[in-house]
């Protein structure tokens, strides 16, 4: 199983609801992240977990609020979103040691803020 | 700031021709992936490349990853309409579990 897996695949929200985003892998790996990309760019790191704790924010405002629950779920909790956090929101996963950081991507949640 | 530099932005091509894609850096990476991208989808893992001078082939997909492991290639021989997609590159950098992408190339092949 190679498979990482997000729910849902498109989202429609209004600015002041509260939504969460659902990300699983059963690969055994030890890193999980989350990225924001926007069309007709690369994505952008947001967050990465190494063994179920935080290890990376990239100054992510706290509208976004990332949760591990264990080493096979991530979440990403999202609450008075702007129209500009519109975006295709994508989790991997990967070995996450070092020279073994090679990721497997979901298939991403469309995001629309409106 | 982007540490990897792609080139070129965008290719369209005819099926049946040859292309190269660039990913540049003036930082050494400890490896090096390529992933290809269809829209509304994930990335998905074509290659990671580890050593210096490294050259791997994927059927009519060749990565080279150069010796001083800054820089890497990707070519494409005979493309076909089933190749279209944006190609990034990713760097693994310094902090673990990190890895930094490249702007990405969009190709098109066109039958």
């Known amino acids: 199983d190679t498979e990482v897996t997000q729910t849902p695949k498109h989202l429609v929200m209004g600015m002041t609801n509260k939504k969460s985003l659902k990300c699983e892998q059963h690969?055994?790996?030890?890193?999980m992240y989350w990225y924001k990309q926007k069309a007709k760019k690369p994505p952008e790191l947001m967050f990465v977990?190494?063994?179920?704790?935080?290890?990376i924010n990239e100054s992510v405002p706290s509208r976004f609020s990332p949760e591990c629950p264990n080493s096979s779920l991530l979440n990403l909790h999202l609450h008075a979103l702007q129209p500009e956090d519109s975006a295709l929101y994508l989790c991997?996963?990967?070995?996450?040691?070092?020279?073994?950081?090679?990721?497997?991507f979901g298939q991403g949640t469309r995001l629309t803020v409106v | 700031t982007q540490l990897l530099e792609q080139s070129p932005q965008f290719l369209s091509i005819q099926e049946g021709e040859n292309l190269t894609v660039y990913c540049n850096s003036s930082?050494?990476?400890?490896?090096l992936q390529w992933y290809r991208q269809e829209p509304g989808e994930g990335p998905v893992l074509l290659v990671t490349?580890?050593?210096?001078?490294e050259v791997k082939k994927l059927k009519r997909l060749t990565f080279q990853f150069g010796d001083a492991r800054k820089d890497s290639s990707l070519h494409i021989t005979a493309a076909q309409p089933g190749d279209t997609g944006l190609y990034l590159c990713?760097?693994?950098?310094?902090?673990?579990?990190?890895?930094?992408f490249g702007a990405g190339t969009q190709v098109v092949v066109t039958p």
């Open positions: 991997a996963s990967s070995q996450g040691a070092p020279g073994n950081t090679e990721a497997f």
């Open positions: 690969m055994g790996h030890r890193a």
């Open positions: 977990y190494s063994y179920e704790k935080l290890s």
């Open positions: 930082s050494v990476f400890s490896s």
């Open positions: 490349v580890v050593t210096g001078g």
């Open positions: 990713a760097g693994e950098t310094d902090s673990w579990g990190k890895f930094q």
